[in-house]
């Protein structure tokens, strides 16, 4: 029986990292997507290269591939290559004040990125578990509230350009095409579309 591989985008972030930690000392092979685009959003302070490193030297067998979620070629080429048993998608642009000041650049890192994302799972990964890490921001001013989880009312422009591909993945998840298994999780609460969430974090 080959071993558990885990594919996460946005390791060397927040979330990403801790992903990474946990399937690691569950027994996963992990490997990380990650090109370093918080420096290019923020400059030096928004730096997780020293993230990056401590994964590859605290992490057995920790495999870093430098990818823009961006470039679906790529992306699919990495998903073909690694085969994963699950995938986390945690990278985004995660600024409100930013996604106002760059919206292009903004939905192609949210909505597009997630994409190319779900469509190379689609295609070389279709029976492995799908976890998007989201934002409580997609329910609007009262997040947690029951009404708000119901009616989804994004309170900015990043919450709406977060929410796009949660709709377009779930579209695609109940679509008679053969399509991932699709979770999303966002603050402490995970909804499944397809299956139980392997892991959730707060997004």
């Known amino acids: 029986m080959s071993r558990n591989r885990l594919l996460v985008t946005g390791s060397s972030g927040l979330i990403g990292s801790e992903v990474c930690t946990w399937f690691a000392?569950?027994?996963?092979?992990?490997?990380?997507?990650?090109?370093?685009?918080?420096?290019?959003f923020f400059g030096e302070q928004g730096d997780t290269r020293w993230n990056q490193a401590r994964l590859q030297r605290t992490l057995p067998e920790y495999v870093h591939h430098e990818?823009?979620?961006?470039?679906?070629?790529?992306?699919?080429?990495?998903?073909?290559?690694?085969?994963?048993?699950?995938?986390?998608?945690?990278?985004?642009?995660?600024?409100h004040d930013l996604a106002a000041r760059i919206p292009f650049d903004d939905f192609d890192?949210?909505?597009?990125?997630?994409?190319?994302?779900?469509?190379?799972?689609?295609?070389?990964a279709p029976e492995s578990p799908f976890i998007l890490m989201s934002t409580n921001k997609v329910y609007g001013d009262r997040p947690n509230t029951r009404h708000a989880m119901s009616s989804?009312?994004?309170?900015?422009?990043?919450?709406?350009?977060?929410?796009?591909?949660?709709?377009?993945?779930?579209?695609?998840?109940?679509?008679?095409?053969?399509?991932p298994r699709?979770?999303?999780?966002r603050s402490t609460d995970a909804t499944s579309a397809c299956r139980p969430v392997v892991f959730a974090a707060a997004a």
């Open 67 to 95: 990818v823009d979620i961006r470039d679906r070629a790529k992306v699919i080429a990495m998903v073909e290559e690694v085969r994963p048993s699950v995938i986390v998608h945690a990278a985004a642009q995660p600024s």
């Open 25 to 40: 000392q569950a027994g996963y092979q992990v490997h990380g997507v990650d090109n370093n685009q918080r420096a290019q």
């Open 182 to 185: 699709m979770s999303w999780s």
């Open 109 to 124: 890192t949210n909505a597009v990125g997630t994409l190319n994302m779900v469509e190379a799972a689609r295609q070389f």
């Open 152 to 179: 989804p009312t994004p309170s900015s422009p990043m919450a709406y350009r977060r929410r796009c591909p949660s709709i377009s993945a779930n579209i695609r998840c109940s679509a008679p095409q053969k399509w």
